[in-house]
């Protein structure tokens, strides 16, 4: 079968990671017989300055189509003058909405040779491997009413309404328990129930659904205290489960344990397992253009899709142990470079990446 790509390249470092991806697809292609026909669209600022708009038509039919999505990453200085619905980043919660990618998956993973990356203590983070399960297209993000009013007495106020629906909630509870079952079964779900009606529902559905995964053991965190034990003791979690403003939060934080927000990648999903696919980084325009930034999240969101989306674990797992390879063998981009360690380049790194995976096929 023919996987049909839509690459969409953004704004910032996007096209140059993207660009280091399609080389590891291209080898994938040349070398384990992987078949794939690859599209490219513009999102964000690129499509903003093209068409006027963050999430063109043709954009939006392309992803509709694609089997799967891969995705650079959007936004950056230059359009942040825009009023908000010509923004590059509401191109991204657009095809989010629109493709219904309720499913946020970010795992964090420490690989053993960047222990010396991150700015935790090496026994405190080595082994790390956590998932957030992000909830995408719900929450505060996307709730109404919401606005700017200017109330009697002249001054402006601001307002936006954090909502989630039972069915909302127990859609990305399950996804995270079946998740869960399939790890080290330890589910945490994160919520403000202390404080918010949102998350007090929360609290009571995902509650309601666990007898149905008896192998899988449910735990609740306040997001406060949850942040605090994610810098504190962070390998005590498995899959975390929380709302979309929570684990865009929690996501970065979980991100930095890992040395840097240059490793991770991140899937979303779904009802039916159709997915995006982007690093969980953004656009660093201050990196942009330079062949600094690192590919590698990118590259290991490339090995979600051919598991998660494509059916093509074996795949997945040889660009997995290519990355590990490369790390084994010194490679750093200056994210993650340490003392003792050889630096390179964006371009370098997707070809090493691209040469052990030649190495391992012959
Ligand atoms: C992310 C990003 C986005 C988000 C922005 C760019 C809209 O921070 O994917 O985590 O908030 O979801
Ligand atoms: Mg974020």
Not at 91 to 118: C, H, K, Q, V
Not at 288 to 298: C, F, H, Q, V, Y
Request: with cysteine.
């Amino acid at each position: 079968m023919t996987a049909k790509i839509a690459i969409l390249p953004g704004d910032g470092i996007g096209p140059e990671i993207v660009a280091e991806a399609v080389k590891v697809i291209g080898c994938l292609c040349e070398h384990y017989g992987f078949q794939v026909e690859l599209e490219e669209a513009q999102i964000g600022g690129a499509a903003v300055d093209t068409s006027g708009e963050p999430l063109p038509e043709a954009t939006l039919r392309l992803a509709r189509q694609a089997d799967a999505i891969l995705l650079g990453a959007v936004g950056g200085p230059k359009w942040e003058i825009l009023e908000r619905r010509r923004r590059p980043e509401q191109g991204l919660l657009a095809i989010r909405s629109a493709l219904g990618l309720f499913g946020n998956l970010r795992p964090a993973i420490l690989y053993a040779e960047l222990a010396g990356a991150s700015t935790l203590r090496p026994e405190i983070v080595a082994g790390l491997d956590i998932l957030i399960v992000r909830e995408l297209t719900g929450g505060i993000y996307f709730g109404e009413p919401r606005g700017v009013r200017t109330l009697g007495t002249g001054e402006r106020e601001a307002y936006n309404t954090l909502v989630y629906r039972e069915s909302e909630i127990a859609r990305i509870a399950r996804l995270a328990f079946e998740i869960a079952g399939k790890r080290d079964g330890r589910l945490c779900s994160v919520d403000k129930a202390n404080v918010l009606e949102s998350s007090g529902l929360w609290r009571e559905v995902v509650t309601r659904l666990a007898p149905e995964y008896p192998q899988v053991e449910l735990s609740h965190l306040y997001v406060d205290n949850a942040a605090m034990q994610l810098v504190r003791a962070p390998k005590q979690f498995d899959v975390i489960v929380t709302g979309n403003l929570f684990g865009d939060i929690l996501s970065d934080c979980a991100a930095m344990l890992t040395g840097s927000i240059g490793m991770l990648p991140s899937a979303a999903l779904d009802e039916r397992g159709k997915g995006m696919y982007e690093p969980v980084h953004g656009s660093a325009p201050d990196i942009a253009g330079r062949d600094m930034a690192n590919p590698l999240a990118t590259i290991l969101s490339l090995a979600m899709m051919l598991r998660y989306s494509l059916n093509q674990a074996k795949l997945a797992e040889r660009v997995e142990s290519a990355v590990r390879r490369v790390l084994a063998e010194g490679y750093r981009t200056a994210d993650i470079h340490t003392v003792g360690t050889r630096r390179v380049g964006t371009r370098e790194m997707g070809d090493a990446i691209t040469s052990a995976l030649r190495a391992a096929a012959a």
